[in-house]
């Protein structure tokens, strides 16, 4: 049996692999876009997402799952703009989003994704 783990630190991997399926770990906005709106956090989030999509082998079109928390409701809808364009047309992975207290008080949105890996 092969896993492999990337980036990993004490408390955890950017990402795991086994048997061509990739977990990923939580992405936020990154620094620049943390004080900004939904919208803004929203696209920098998933520009991260991007990028480890890349380094692991992977693409949107290899989205299995989504899991996105959301630390107020009331920016689903302005959310899911931002998803709805970022999201391949017909490679929409399962997905469910949550409202759930973020890890610090400026972050508006966190995903983790699962991806099929390209071998």
């Not at 943390?34 to 890349?54: C, F, N, Y």
């Not at 959301?70 to 689903?76: A, I, Q, R, S, W």
């Amino acid at each position: 049996m092969t896993i492999q783990r990337h980036d990993t630190k004490a408390r955890m991997s950017r990402a795991v692999i086994h048997q061509g399926v990739a977990y990923l770990c939580g992405q936020v906005a990154g620094p620049e876009a943390r004080h900004d709106g939904i919208k803004a956090q929203t696209e920098s989030m998933l520009a991260r997402v991007d990028a480890l999509l890349k380094e692991i082998g992977s693409s949107r079109e290899q989205l299995l799952s989504a899991t996105i928390y959301l630390k107020d409701g009331n920016d689903f809808a302005a959310m899911n703009e931002v998803w709805d364009a970022w999201v391949p047309e017909g490679y929409a992975p399962a997905r469910t989003c949550v409202c759930a207290p973020l890890p610090a008080d400026e972050l508006k949105v966190e995903i983790t994704v699962t991806t099929a890996v390209s071998s």
